[in-house]
């Protein structure tokens, strides 16, 4: 299986790291070994004391495909989930100061926790209008809703497929509204799926 990320999909995001508005959904890939799952705790690793959380909507990817149309996309995946982008900030602003890639700041190993059930994707109302947000140490942090993406899903993966095969068991991290922040040690990271539980992760 791959991971594929998204990048740069909502605006208020965006604005906040001051980046540019993409006309194009942003691609980048993670590692098989940047996922964490069961509630596995995210050990913070040594080469950055400036790792952001990045709360996003994940997809799971139920068949082989490549060239997808749109209006056949919702065909592709069967569940949602949530997931954390791990990011080295002051690693990936190195790096795009110097017009290089971003996966040292991004696909390290444990990068990408999930949540350990995904919701059938038959429990959603509205795929365009689905709610969730990060608490940390019971604060909440980041609030998101699928309607503020700047690329709805059916886009998503009719681009990646034109470039990328979707196989059985991928994973599409959808990108991540406003709201990160640096995690330290001792954080309690908990996700919640239109007001569910999904996910529970502990910074050590």
Not at 36 to 64: A, C, M, Y
Not at 133 to 143: A, P
Not at 153 to 170: H, N
């Amino acid at each position: 299986m791959k991971i594929i990320c998204i990048g740069r999909n909502y605006a208020d995001h965006i604005a906040e790291l001051q980046n540019e508005v993409p006309s194009a959904p942003v691609i980048f890939l993670k590692p098989e070994t940047a996922l964490l799952q069961r509630g596995q705790p995210f050990f913070l690793p040594e080469f950055s004391p400036d790792i952001h959380h990045e709360l996003e909507l994940v997809l799971r990817v139920s068949k082989n495909g490549r060239h997808i149309e749109e209006q056949f996309a919702h065909t592709y995946f069967d569940a949602i989930g949530l997931g954390i982008d791990f990011t080295a900030r002051d690693l990936q602003s190195e790096l795009k100061k110097k017009g290089l890639p971003w996966e040292l700041a991004k696909a390290f190993d444990g990068s990408a926790p999930i949540s350990p059930t995904f919701k059938p994707v038959s429990e959603f109302a509205d795929l365009a209008n689905i709610n969730f947000h990060l608490d940390v140490n019971g604060e909440t942090r980041q609030t998101g809703n699928s309607s503020l993406m700047l690329h709805p899903f059916a886009k998503i993966i009719s681009f990646v497929s034109k470039y990328i095969s979707l196989k059985m068991g991928d994973l599409i991290f959808t990108g991540t509204p406003a709201g990160v922040a640096a995690v330290k040690l001792g954080d309690q990271l908990t996700g919640y799926l239109e007001g569910e539980k999904l996910l529970e992760l502990a910074v050590k």
